[in-house]
């Protein structure tokens, strides 16, 4: 079955400390994407790809950093410099730029 | 700024009867609108694309409407039932190629009473 997980369903991050969350795809699309949704508000994008090996900021990349090192794999660190990191993250990618595939997403609460 | 306005609170409707959520935007003139359907604790799942040059696209019982000079999508589920029930989400490109993600509005969140 193609299409794209994310793990852990639910992450909790202690003060100070980095967490990495995990996206893989098997869907073949070169572009993917990272976003954040709080409760009550719209999905705002953190970071994408375009092509491995190639990223860029979104709306609120502040705090996060990610890699794209294989096609199949964008994974997501949330670090310390995040101060409000409570949220949940959802991935997703596309091949031809217009409708987008998502992960079933994580919540990352912090302790 | 570009904006994306949806129905923020609520919106109950009895099953059977079609329910309509609107989408409006400022500032952009996009190619495509896109909506989007999320369940609790999922990711959202791809429901129709509307282009600016198509006034209407239908899917089984979801409709959607583009009216460009009014910069407004109207999103319509005829015979509905409880299991529309669901947040619904509008979304369009910002950024003229497609490339640089999807602007995500608030969504309306629904609930189809039996």
């Known amino acids: 079955d193609g299409g794209i997980t994310q793990s852990p369903k639910y992450l909790f991050r202690k003060e100070g400390q980095n967490v990495t969350l995990s996206c893989e795809q098997n869907?073949?699309?070169?572009?993917m994407y990272w976003y954040r949704q709080d409760p009550g508000q719209g999905l705002r994008l953190i970071y994408y790809?375009?092509?491995?090996?190639?990223?860029q900021k979104g709306d609120i990349a502040e705090g996060y950093s990610v890699s794209r090192e294989k096609k199949e794999s964008f994974p997501l660190t949330v670090t310390s410099a995040q101060k409000n990191p409570t949220a949940f993250y959802l991935c997703?990618?596309?091949?031809?730029?217009?409708?987008?595939?998502f992960g079933s997403g994580t919540q990352l609460s912090v302790l | 700024s570009q904006k994306i306005e949806q129905n923020s609170e609520a919106l109950n409707i009895q099953e059977g009867k079609t329910a309509t959520l609107t989408c409006n935007y400022t500032n952009y003139s996009p190619a495509y609108l896109q909506w989007y359907r999320q369940d609790p604790g999922r990711g959202p799942v791809f429901l129709l694309l509307i282009r600016e040059n198509e006034k209407e696209k239908r899917k089984e019982r979801l409709k959607v409407t583009f009216d460009t000079t009014l910069k407004q999508s109207l999103f319509h589920i005829t015979a509905s039932q409880p299991a529309d029930s669901a947040t619904y989400l509008c979304a369009l490109d910002m950024s003229g190629g497609g490339a640089d993600g999807l602007t995500f509005g608030k969504g309306t969140h629904l609930i189809i009473q039996p």
């Open positions: 869907l073949n699309h070169d572009a």
């Open positions: 997703a990618s596309t091949d031809l730029f217009e409708k987008l595939f």
């Open positions: 790809s375009q092509i491995v090996n190639d990223f």
